[in-house]
């Protein structure tokens, strides 16, 4: 799985939820910085994880078999 399709799944849970990038931003997060992630380009993963906390997604790792 690439960052841009984490970054498409998670646009996908905040549409889901009913969340605007609005409501992102409100939160804290820079508008650029939603647009970047949302977009797959240039994420930095804090702000991921930051974005992923807001929206409320878990985000967890897992050993490969």
Same mark, same amino acid.
């Given at each position: 799985?690439?960052?841009?399709?984490? $970054?498409?799944?998670?646009?996908? +849970?905040? &549409?889901? !939820?009913?969340? $605007? *990038?609005?409501?992102?931003?409100? *939160?804290?997060?820079?508008?650029?910085?939603?647009?970047? +992630?949302? $977009?797959? !380009?240039?994420?930095?993963?804090?702000?991921?994880? !930051?974005?992923?906390?807001?929206?409320?997604?878990?985000?967890?790792?897992?050993? &490969?078999?």
């Amino acid at each position: 799985m690439t960052i841009e399709d984490l $970054s498409k799944k998670a646009c996908e +849970i905040r &549409k889901k !939820k009913g969340l $605007s *990038q609005y409501n992102i931003w409100k *939160q804290g997060m820079n508008f650029g910085t939603v647009i970047a +992630i949302e $977009s797959g !380009k240039n994420v930095n993963l804090n702000n991921f994880l !930051k974005y992923c906390e807001i929206v409320g997604i878990d985000v967890t790792l897992e050993e &490969k078999e």
